[in-house]
Nanobody, 123 residues
Framework: QVQLVESGGGLVQAGGSLRLSCAASGRTFSIYAMGWFRQAPGKEREFVAAITWSGDRIIYGDSVKGRFTISRDNAKNLVYLQMNSLKLDDTAVYYC????????????????WGQGTQVTVSS
């Protein structure tokens, strides 16, 4: 099993920045990729970004390209999501997820999930 704990969410004004962290523990050696998803009230879970554990491949959702950056620190078993130029539409619960077999934009492909952290962007 892999345990994931997100942190860093909060309230930020539009145009501001926030950095989310995801701490992985347990069988981290089984992780192939880590991803971030988000879900706003009344909407489906949306892919945000993903990175292989080795760091050699990164993918972003279209709505965050050029504004968000995903990175990882393998020594600390941490994955980050740096969010810049935040918009009202970025308001959501952000989830960290881990995948054992590939790098995917599909939530169904991920094997482990964190509890989520709320990000609220105000005008």
């Amino acid at each position: 099993q892999v345990q994931l704990v997100e942190s860093g969410g909060g309230l930020v004004q539009a145009g501001g920045s926030l950095r989310l962290s995801c701490a992985a523990s347990g069988r981290t050696f089984s992780i192939y990729a880590m991803g971030w998803f988000r879900q706003a009230p009344g909407k489906e879970r949306e892919f945000v970004a993903a990175i292989t554990w080795s760091g050699d491949r990164i993918i972003y959702g279209d709505s965050v390209k050029g504004r968000f950056t995903i990175s990882r620190d393998n020594a600390k078993n941490l994955v980050y999501l740096q969010m810049n130029s935040l918009k009202l539409d970025d308001t959501a619960v952000y989830y960290c997820a881990a995948e054992e077999t590939g790098l995917s934009i599909r939530a169904a492909s991920y094997d482990y999930w964190g509890q989520g952290t709320q990000v609220t962007v105000s005008s």
